[in-house]
């Protein structure tokens, strides 16, 4: 076990900022992240000349390196020995949060095992204004990122989320949006869902509907931009072994239960056991009244 105290006098390691960045409207940058890219002895970059677009736009002049998924393996240990010598860094991805299907975890997990700080801005990501513009449930939710790109691959994902009663998200390319929602549809069925197009530009949209609807939505329409998909978690009652806290019982000591625990009165405990068991109530009544 590990304990960070983000904001105490540091041990001399420098600090690993992540750092969110626009995903379009560049008035999502916020100040913390403008002083913080301004403050750090190095930013490392998923693509160094887009962010040097933004960094030139916020006049900020701070050293740029790249960090990678194909520069990673290499880059990432270089990093964590210049924090070990007192740098500060941060990492951006091209856009939103780094570390959401984009490079940035590993980093995280290589300076947490070396005991360099971390630190999270909050900010600019595609997955929660998706997913909250979506009017479909909250209250639970899993991120799904990309599906997998070949069709067995995608459908066998699929599959395996088609009992999952929290809300899907899912990140996907616009050449791929329409067979994405086509298999979405064929395995899932045609459930509520929600695309959020260019969250934050100008041309933002959303299109909310069912699956199928969606899908055909795809078909007809010249598909461009980026797009979050939601998808309603499945609406399926599963029988719950705890729901059959009864399980165990006969029928009669079902029936004596409501009758001697909830104060019914037979007949009502005959209705509400058979009601349970999904029995027809005579079949209940004789098994109670014969043993
Ligand atoms: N790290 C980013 C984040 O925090 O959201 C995600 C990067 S991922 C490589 C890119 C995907 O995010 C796109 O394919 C799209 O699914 C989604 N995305 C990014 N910007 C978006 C936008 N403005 N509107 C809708 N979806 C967006």
Redesign the pocket.
């Known amino acids: 076990m590990k304990i960070q105290k983000s904001f105490k006098e540091s041990n001399g390691t420098g600090t690993l900022y992540i750092v969110?960045t626009p995903?379009?409207n560049l008035e999502d940058m916020t100040y913390r992240a403008v002083s913080t890219l301004r403050d750090v002895d190095v930013i490392g970059a998923e693509d160094t000349r887009n962010t040097k677009k933004l960094l030139n736009h916020f006049n900020i002049q701070t050293p740029l390196i790249s960090y990678h998924e194909h520069n990673k393996q290499g880059r990432g240990p270089q990093l964590i020995e210049q924090l070990q010598s007192g740098e500060s860094i941060a990492i951006v991805?091209?856009?939103?949060?780094?570390?959401?299907?984009?490079p940035g975890s590993d980093l995280v997990a290589l300076a947490v095992e070396a005991e360099v700080p971390v630190v999270v801005l909050p900010g600019?990501?595609?997955?929660l204004p998706?997913l909250a513009g979506s009017g479909i449930s909250t209250e639970s939710f899993l991120f799904c990122?990309?599906l997998p790109r070949k069709k067995k691959d995608r459908k066998e994902e699929l599959e395996r989320l088609k009992r999952q009663t929290a809300t899907l998200i899912?990140?996907?390319?616009p050449h791929r949006l329409k067979e994405m929602l086509s298999h979405t549809n064929e395995v899932l069925g045609p459930r509520r869902a929600s695309l959020?197009?260019?969250?934050?530009?100008r041309y933002?949209e959303y299109v909310r509907g069912t699956v199928d609807e969606l899908a055909e939505w795809a078909e007809r329409e010249d598909v461009r931009?980026?797009?979050?998909?939601i998808v309603e978690g499945s609406q399926e009652k599963v029988e719950e072994e705890d729901d059959q806290w009864w399980a165990a019982l006969s029928v009669v000591e079902h029936v004596d239960h409501y009758i001697e625990s909830e104060g019914m009165k037979s007949k009502t405990a005959i209705k509400q056991t058979a009601l349970d068991r999904k029995l027809p109530k005579r079949d209940v009544y004789q098994a109670y009244h014969v043993e």
């Open positions: 969110p995903i379009g991805s091209d856009a939103g949060m780094p570390g959401i299907s984009d600019a990501n595609a997955a998706a990122g990309f899912f990140y996907e390319s959020a197009r260019e969250l934050t530009k933002e931009g980026e797009f979050v998909v």
